[in-house]
């Protein structure tokens, strides 16, 4: 029996272990794709700590997938092995519910998350289901799309989606995995760019990304700042404190959203800045395989890229504990070179 490699987290609060196992054969309605790289997510978190209820373990994590499809289940029409394909954080959606007769797919009633629901990308072979299988372009090569599938995905689709128009004032608060792209997307989008960070050091780079205005949040007061401009249409929230999201609120322009898509623990907001603003705050889910394939066309025509540090799959303990130092610049992506 031919055999492939994982590192997958035995119980919540494990090490990973790199294990050899049967190489799968995809069920009806799914593919099995080769992988060649898979990006490592500060996601992976609910993985590794047993933060996702009803998690099943052994688990292989991973929702940054990219790799070339290798075999394909039963009742599958529209993808071939030898297709150069990925998998981001929608690990695919029923169809026949009522929220996905509305069109909401990303709500599914029985909705998977790769690598949480079932075995994700830090592997040699994963199986997933059409609905979650993106096209790759040509132009983009394993390492650069596999983080554009969850990190790239997730700011692009709330920033296009945010109703903020060309020439508005939009910030992106943080400059990190998710703020790096944000910002580059958000200038290539036609906005009016400001990068809040901590500290003079990453101004060179926010302005490299693309920002036209870049915030030090250490020296200056971002809400002043903001005001001076008119304040903000959007804010998009990076950051993982919610004490640091919600000090820029009062940024906002009238009718403005803080459009929040880092996971911070909690979001204390006062209602009169909400109330007398008109402000909003919004979440955004990622988005699904579709939204995946205009991200990476739109990165590609546009020349957004993700800096990431790579390491070989065989050392993933190390690059997990290189994501969640928060060192990395910026994304941490494992490459399979020794896969048989
Ligand atoms: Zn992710
Ligand atoms: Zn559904």
């Known amino acids: 029996m031919k055999t492939m490699r994982v590192a997958q987290i035995p119980a919540a609060k494990g090490r990973f272990e790199i294990v050899e196992r049967p190489i799968p054969e995809p069920p009806l309605g799914s593919v099995r794709i080769k992988v060649t790289a898979c990006g490592i997510c500060h996601s992976d978190v609910l993985v590794k700590e047993g933060l996702w209820p009803g998690i099943q373990y052994p688990r292989v994590p991973g929702h940054e997938v990219t790799g070339t499809i290798d075999a394909v289940g039963a009742g599958v029409t529209r993808w071939q092995p030898g297709q150069r394909v990925g998998v981001g954080w929608n690990g695919g959606y029923c169809g026949q519910c009522d929220n996905c007769r509305r069109g909401n797919f990303f709500a599914c009633e029985t909705g998977q998350v790769t690598g949480v629901s079932f075995d994700g990308g830090y592997g040699e072979y994963m199986i997933a289901p059409v609905s979650a299988v993106v096209r790759i372009p040509d132009e983009l090569s394993p390492v650069d799309a596999a983080p554009l599938l969850c990190a790239g995905l997730t700011t692009f ?138 991200t990476l066309a739109f990165s590609n025509r546009t020349g957004v890229k993700s800096m990431n540090e790579t390491f070989p799959f065989e050392r993933v303990g190390e690059a997990f504990e290189r994501m969640i130092s928060g060192k990395a610049r910026f994304r941490v992506v494992l490459t399979m070179g020794g896969s048989k």
């Open 157 to 294: 689709n709330a920033l296009r989606n945010s109703g903020a128009r060309p020439g508005d004032l939009v910030a992106v608060h943080g400059i990190g995995g998710l703020g790096h792209l944000g910002v580059q997307y958000a200038a290539r989008l036609g906005f009016n760019t400001v990068a809040i960070a901590r500290g003079k050091d990453k101004e060179p780079l926010a302005r490299q990304l693309g920002a036209a205005i870049y915030i030090d949040s250490q020296s200056q007061d971002p809400v002043a700042e903001l005001q001076k401009m008119g304040g903000a249409s959007v804010i998009i929230a990076t950051v993982t404190a919610g004490t640091a999201m919600s000090a820029v609120v009062p940024g906002l322009a009238p009718n403005g959203t803080l459009l929040v898509i880092g996971a911070a623990d909690s979001l204390p907001l006062l209602p009169v800045v909400l109330i007398g603003g008109q402000r909003s705050a919004k979440g955004w889910y990622s988005g699904m395989s579709i939204d995946s394939e205009d």
